[in-house]
């Protein structure tokens, strides 16, 4: 520790840290731009210089580093003369256009201006001017003339996002900020360079123009689209939700967001907003009606099907974005019934897997420690478009040393450096585990587990289990695809053996803001019954929809929809009505999660209750207290919560820690032979949810693009194919007709072909054999 006096207060802060760090401790405010604590220190912008004694000029904060007795003025004569004098020099050419710019009101180049900045400027010469710059749906770049170049986008880029998309050309009063030629700024993490940006240069395009910041109200929230749980503040005007920023929360989100967490809230007030309660007629109209009559219609119409052919013939789903306080009162509701057909997750295939994890599966670790590990194996995941701030973490880690593998079905680019990978077949994965396994076994001189005698480990699973042997904090961590999978039990229970056998913790990057939950609500079948696949395969005669759009959200979109449709009733709580009409026959105008209070599980078990942001849409109500009302209505016990709190309370008694466990009952094995021709289905980034689905400007962005039959070289070489052909791919489920492209990411064997998209339905499962031919 190093001591040091600023501004006449004695500090202690680590040797190496800069004074900016030190006066930050003391909670002195030292003026800057360029510094921000997450990113390297650049010092270009000098409006944080201070008087340091015995030093022959001015020097800057965030690049000085600290010596012991060390004597600093932050505020002194010689400090603030300095400051005022950058001051003026930044707004040599900066536009006087604060009245019309979108960051007028929030601007730190305002602020210190009013502070450091003169009554008028004695530049009498021509402004420069820049022209403004294309980066792409999500951010604003019309403006680019405020820009003050501290180059905070830059290094967010590379550091953060891990993606260098934006850069500076020339020099001097030439330098201007811009993306690569003809290139759009397309990193899942981009919006952030909105938030630090400290002048208008940068602003966020769905937002533009439409509010000033000081009309908004700010409310906190969680975010539902992935595990992480990021912190949220929703910022309302009237009764819209009018922009979405992070809330820092270092231990979770530190101080960013994903694009998918910021800009979705674009996806609420489209065209199919549901907004009143609509009961189908006889003859397949639809007519508006009241709550009252909807609920009776929901009564009578569960009843019926209870009365003619027995309780077990009502189905209830949600989904991994539900509250914990809505999927609790659906599996009661469910229960209360007399059927235990309950479940949340569309996209499970296997049925043993709730046999094989009897606890609810969860992290394994908190999110922070995701940073301290210096050994991980990423297993079945497309970890950037998956959990993007995950693959932050680990971004920050890899450059702190951490070794990083990958057993996966396409070799997608994750922007850090890659240990080891093993790109497979998604039927390979247990296969490929078992290879690790195998060479970490090898390597110990330890006995290698009597089923996989037959398995000889290749090159890189030589190297997985040479870097999972070497590591002191050691994870491997199961993705979205290991528990879709028709395998997910077999591959996690070699994946047990393999974390047993490194003495590495085990866990799962669960899918969705509610996925832990869910599980802790109950809303998942026990005894005799049925889960989600199985409710199609069986052609109910009932089911309750909960926030679902079952054409998208399930495993096989087509079977679902036919299933519902084959239904004698059918009840869809939903925000949007296209989500639902063709199948269901009472829509139910319930809240998305900015309307709404309620609670989310995050990944690591933690329980995040939030208020509702926005005024209710029209006639729309938050889905818990709808299923209380219904649960009223039928006359059964345990409906009696005023607030969602106190259904939080009666379910987190003891906390959630207690429900989770990774521990896998099953034996290991080897899976059979894969199919020639697999499918490898990756859900989109902006395709996950209904919200997202209608996000305009997600839906104009490079990931969202139309769905294309991908395969490697080899794959299309076997097929007699070309990249751009198009081709007819079939499934036992039906067929459709794509584009081939060449993507040596894939793996040999394996055509990925995008899930959640209306074109790829017709496909069925996301699993399974192909068929792919020429037109």
């Known amino acids: 520790m190093v001591e040091l006096t600023i501004d006449g207060k004695k500090v202690e802060v680590p040797e190496g840290s800069m004074v900016m760090q030190a006066a930050n401790k003391l909670g002195l405010y030292v003026p800057h731009f360029c510094y921000h604590k997450k ?53 040599i050419n900066h536009p006087l256009d604060c009245p019309v710019c979108d960051q007028g009101g929030e601007c730190q180049l305002q ?113 539902p689209h992935d595990s992480v749980g990021a912190n949220l503040v929703v910022q309302v005007k009237g009764e819209r939700v009018m922009r979405v920023v992070p809330f820092e929360n270092e231990e979770i989100n530190e101080c960013w967001i994903s694009d998918r967490d910021r800009f979705a809230y674009t996806g609420l007030y489209t065209e199919d907003r549901l907004a009143h309660p609509m009961i189908r007629t006889a003859d397949g109209r639809w007519r508006e009606a009241s709550w009252s009559d909807a609920l009776q219609a929901v009564v009578k ?12 013939q009502i189905g209830a789903l949600g989904t991994e974005g539900s509250t ?148 002191q904090k050691t994870a491997i961590l199961l993705g979205n695809l290991v528990i879709a999978s028709p395998q997910a039990s077999l591959i996690c229970a070699n994946a047990q053996a393999l974390a047993q056998a490194a003495n590495a913790k085990l866990g799962f990057l669960t899918a969705g803001g509610n996925t832990v939950g869910g599980y802790v609500a109950g809303a998942v079948p026990v005894a005799d019954g049925l889960n989600a ?73 933690r329980a995040q209750s939030f208020k509702g942001c926005a005024a209710p849409f029209v006639d729309t109500r938050p889905a818990w207290k709808v299923l209380r009302v219904m649960g009223n209505l039928f006359e059964l016990p345990g409906f009696d919560d005023e607030t969602s709190e106190s259904i939080r309370d009666s379910v987190l008694v003891g906390g959630v820690e207690p429900h989770l466990s990774n521990e896998i009952n099953g034996a290991i094995g080897l899976a059979a032979a894969p199919a020639a021709v697999e499918r490898l289905a990756d859900i989109p980034i902006y395709r996950s949810d209904a919200m997202l689905r209608r996000a305009e400007p997600l839906q104009q962005t490079a990931a969202s693009q139309a769905p294309q039959a991908r ?49 790829t339905a017709a496909l069925g499962s996301s699993f399974g054999q192909l068929s792919v031919e020429g037109v």
């Open 711 to 759: 395969m490697c070289a080899a794959t299309l070489t076997s097929l007699g194919l070309e990249s751009g052909q198009p081709v007819r791919v079939r499934s036992q489920q039906g067929e459709i007709t794509l584009d081939a492209l060449l993507d040596d990411a894939v793996a040999p064997g394996a055509v990925r072909i995008a899930a959640a998209f209306a074109e």
């Open 324 to 471: 914990l306080e809505e999927l609790t009162l659906l599996a009661r509701l469910t229960r209360s019934l007399g059927s235990e057909n309950v479940d949340f997750r569309l996209r499970q295939t296997d049925a043993e897997l709730d046999r094989a994890i009897p606890g609810v599966p969860w992290l394994g670790m908190p999110i922070a420690q995701l940073g301290e590990l210096d050994r991980v194996l990423v297993v079945g995941s497309f970890l950037r478009k998956d959990h993007p701030l995950f693959a932050q973490r680990l971004r920050q880690a890899a450059k702190r040393g951490t070794q990083i593998s990958f057993i996966d079905g396409a070799a997608d680019d994750p922007l850090f450096p890659v240990h080891a990978r093993l790109t497979v077949t998604p039927g390979a994965l247990p296969n490929a585990l078992a290879e690790v396994l195998v060479a970490l076994a090898r390597a110990g001189e330890q006995k290698v587990p009597d089923a996989f005698g037959g398995v000889e480990p290749g090159a890189e699973a030589v190297r997985i289990a040479a870097s999972l042997a070497s590591g």
């Open 111 to 223: 602020d210190l201006a009013v502070g450091y900045g003169a009554s008028a400027s004695r530049y009498q010469e021509e402004k420069r001017v820049v022209f403004h710059k294309e980066m792409g749906p999500l951010v604003a770049a019309e403006e680019m003339q405020r820009c003050i170049h501290c180059t905070r986008c830059v290094r967010f880029g590379q550091e953060v996002g891990g993606l260098m998309e934006l850069g500076m050309l020339n020099r001097g009063e030439h330098a201007e900020i811009t993306s690569f030629v003809g290139r759009a700024v397309e990193s899942e993490l981009s919006g952030n360079m909105i938030d630090i940006c400290p002048v208008g240069a940068l602003t966020s395009k769905p937002f533009r123009y439409t509010a000033r910041t000081w009309e908004l109200a700010r409310r906190r929230s969680v975010s």
């Open 301 to 312: 119409g569960l009843n019926d099907v209870r009365e003619q052919h027995g309780a077990g």
């Open 39 to 91: 990113l390297s220190i650049a010092a270009n912008c000098r409006m944080c210089l201070v008087e340091v004694e015995k030093a022959p000029k001015a020097m800057p904060a965030c690049a000085t580093p600290v010596t012991s007795g060390m004597i600093v003025h932050t505020a002194s004569a010689k400090a603030v003369a300095a400051q005022k004098s950058v001051m003026e020099f930044l707004l």
């Open 533 to 605: 696949k199985q409710m199609f395969e069986q052609n109910l005669k009932a089911y309750v929809v909960l926030h679902a759009e079952p054409r998208l959200d399930a495993d096989n979109g087509v079977q679902a929809v036919q299933a519902l449709k084959s239904a004698d009733f059918t009840v869809a709580l939903t925000s949007y009505r296209s989500a639902v009409e063709e199948w269901a026959h009472v829509m139910l105008p319930v809240a998305p999660f900015t309307e709404t209070s309620g609670t989310f599980i995050n990944a690591e078990g």
